[in-house]
């Protein structure tokens, strides 16, 4: 078994011992996302807009962080299917991600919630097709492009 997990998964800041991930602060949460992808660029826009304490960072996996944060967690930053969203040291990823974070922002963001009505392999299912398509159903875009300082304020390279 692999000495950063056990019975429930990667240990909280599994990635600390890790040495191929670069340090970061990791006091806040962490959205490592495709900088690349129009629905990514559109999920920082929101995490940007929905997250009223304004602690929520995001970090592209093309940068050395994102790309290293995806392999310690298994993930194939070249071609990912998923992102990750780091809380606490603990890793969500898929729909639980898009699920804990939006718990986190709450108001409207709690929305989000109603996708647990869907049994977890169903859920898991749909976001691995919404990813694998998601270049040819939405296209590309830039996250790192957008004028907004305080959008800017919140990127981790």
Request: charged share 30%; net charge positive; hydrophobic share 40%.
């Amino acid at each position: 078994m692999d000495a950063r997990r056990d019975r429930k998964g990667p240990k909280p800041f599994s990635f600390r011992d890790d040495p191929e991930v670069p340090e970061f602060d990791d006091g806040a949460p962490l959205a490592v996302m495709d900088a690349e992808c129009a629905v990514c660029s559109w999920g920082a826009r929101m995490i940007h807009r929905l997250d009223r304490s304004r602690s929520v960072r995001i970090c592209p996996i093309q940068s050395p962080l994102g790309a290293a944060l995806l392999r310690h967690y298994g993930l194939e930053p070249i071609d990912p299917t998923t992102w990750l969203f780091i809380d606490g040291g603990v890793a969500y990823r898929d729909f639980e991600a898009v699920i804990h974070a939006a718990r986190r922002f709450g108001g409207w963001g709690r929305l989000a919630t109603v996708l647990l009505i869907l049994p977890r392999p169903l859920r898991d299912w749909g976001y691995r097709r919404l990813a694998r398509n998601r270049y040819a159903l939405f296209g590309r875009g830039d996250m790192c492009g957008l004028p907004d300082p305080e959008f800017q304020k919140r990127l981790l390279r």
